[in-house]
């Protein structure tokens, strides 16, 4: 039985015994944590467990429970002097900001850690699992209903390996990125993760989630004070923003402007009845308020520039090269470069892009630079392809 399966199932449900729990963690300088969530039919996350680790003690809390203080929980993980360990940390990073009301740090997502030590692009927790550990992890309880109670002990092992597994893993990765010395690697992933503006919700920049299609000012403004109607509606009924109307919506309203409910009815992006609905009136008033004074309500959106097609070859040349570095030194391409990044150094020498600054200019970019000057090229060997100085 291994150490994941063995020991006492420690479910907290009273402050107290978080208390001293906290207590007991707080004596690790790490803390693996994961959450169990619903939000399908929800804007606002459910929080239905709390899973967290120290480097020898464990358990779950159950924040579902009515009069649980997450207090001492909450001041645990906002502890800078701590790490929060985390396997694709941003969604949890988003409940547990909006708790606290700032975003947990410092962290350690061993997701990006797993692409600086060549385990691949976004890596399920489950394949780290096996590679890492040579685990299994049982998904049988991975889409069940974490908020319905009582939870069973087959849900309560799962949710407990989902940490255990993880300090681990923690140890292992970090242990060689520091052999390797690669943690400042992951540090330009870790730093957006923490970025607050990812987690702020602020209705007025809903729009920037959405595709600008084009520049005139009365389509921004029916587009930002649509989506900032949509993402205030969704708030407030705590309802996903496509329950509330959809993306495809919001860019033929922006495109077609209707001012009546009339109008809107006659979309065909907008469902049937919508116009007139308990919403209709709100959405139509947000049309107007924006085409009466579009300039007032036009976000500053600056117009790329028409720079053209990139250069087909010399672009498909640095994806050779990209994949042959990140073959080289173990490391994922996505955190080198994508492939926007690939397409601006086609077009520029001196594009502003990360893989052209530090270590990844180190590996990559200098070597992209003289492949563009015709420097060096790319050869065939039987070991793949290698650079060759011209």
Sequence with gaps: MSEEEAGELRLISETAELAEACERLSHSDFLAVDTEFHRETTYWPQVCLIQIASADFDCMVDPMVK???????????ADKSKVKVFHAARQDLEIFTRIIGETPSPIFDTQIAAMACGLGDSISYENLVARVLKGTVDKSSQFTDWARRPLSEKQLTYARGDVTYLRKIYKILRDKLVKQNRLDWIEDEHAALLDPEIYAFDPENAWKRLKVRKYRSDYLAVLA?????????????????????????????????????????????????FGRSKHGAGLVHAINQALDEPDKHAPDVERPESSGPPPGA???????????????????????ANAADLEKLARDDNPDIAALKGWRRQIFGEKALLLKSGKVALAASPKGVKVVEL
């Design 225 to 273: 004070n649509v989506a900032a109607w949509r993402e205030r509606t969704a708030q407030e009924m705590d309802k996903p923003r496509g329950r509330i109307l959809k993306d495809d919506a919001i860019q033929e309203i922006a495109q077609q402007k209707p001012r009546t409910a009339d109008a809107l009815e006659r979309m065909r992006a907008v469902p049937t009845g």
């Design 314 to 336: 010399v672009s498909e040349l640095l994806k050779v090269l990209l994949k042959q570095v990140s073959d080289d030194e173990g490391v994922a391409t996505r955190l080198i």
């Design 67 to 77: 009069g649980i203080d997450l207090t001492p929980l909450m001041k645990l993980l």
